[in-house]
């Protein structure tokens, strides 16, 4: 099948979108642009006005036209809790059909604390709720709070806390599997498929 032609315009060319459903990875990648001052490219996190997968299936779609990647990051619980996971592979199987290949899914389960989680240590645990892997995170992290303040302290923000763990926390995700959504009973996160992009990566090397 032949790739689909997209037209990047010169003016977004070096701009990465990121599609996320909370604030939490708005406030994590906000850090991150905040800190790298040598990455060449511009992050955008954004949050869809409208929440719903479908909604944001749609607006990662529309960004691939304008953008050079559109990372689209999934919290799996919230899929699993709203009973999404068949209309989930449903979009999955329209990215892969429609060849929209500068569209890359995350998968994090339950959520992106499993990421922070795994800064500290290696484990494919299943936790059903965010709030499990939560009550884990706050044994490394004793301070640890799912606020904007947290999040954002100058010179001690989320991004910082975590950075000299970054290489732990990549090793840790090669684990974890994707698999079938319809059998997910283990901890989940690709992080690393963004962090491994080749513009991001340079930045560690």
């Known amino acids: 099948m032949r790739k689909r032609n997209i037209k990047i315009s010169k003016s ?3 701009t990465y979108a990121i599609i996320v459903d909370g604030e939490t990875e708005v406030w994590y990648f906000q850090m991150l642009k905040r800190n790298e001052s040598s990455l060449q490219i ?3 996190p954004k949050i869809p ?3 719903k997968l479908s909604d944001q299936y749609k607006k990662v779609c529309e960004l691939s036209e304008d953008y050079t990647k559109v990372f ?3 919290d799996l619980d919230v899929v699993i809790k709203e009973s999404k996971k068949i209309e989930l592979e449903g979009y999955l199987k329209e990215i892969k059909k429609k060849n929209i290949e ?4 995350i998968f994090n389960n339950p959520c992106l604390e499993f990421w922070f989680l795994l800064h500290f240590i290696q484990t494919t645990k299943y936790f059903p709720k965010c709030k499990d892997v939560e ?4 044994k490394q992290l004793k301070d640890y709070e799912k606020t904007r303040k947290y999040f ?3 010179d001690n923000d989320i991004y910082l806390k975590l950075k ?3 290489s732990t926390a990549l090793k840790n995700t090669k684990r974890t599997k994707r698999g079938n959504l319809e059998e997910i009973k283990r901890g989940i996160c690709e992080m690393n498929l963004f962090f491994e992009t080749e513009e991001i990566k340079n930045i560690f090397d």
Do not use: F, S, V
């Open 12 to 14: 977004r060319k070096d």
């Open 42 to 44: 511009n992050i955008e």
């Open 49 to 51: 006005q409208k929440k």
């Open 72 to 74: 689209w990051i999934i």
């Open 102 to 105: 500068n569209i890359i899914t």
């Open 135 to 138: 009550k884990q995170l706050t």
């Open 152 to 154: 954002t302290k100058q």
């Open 164 to 166: 000299p763990k970054l």
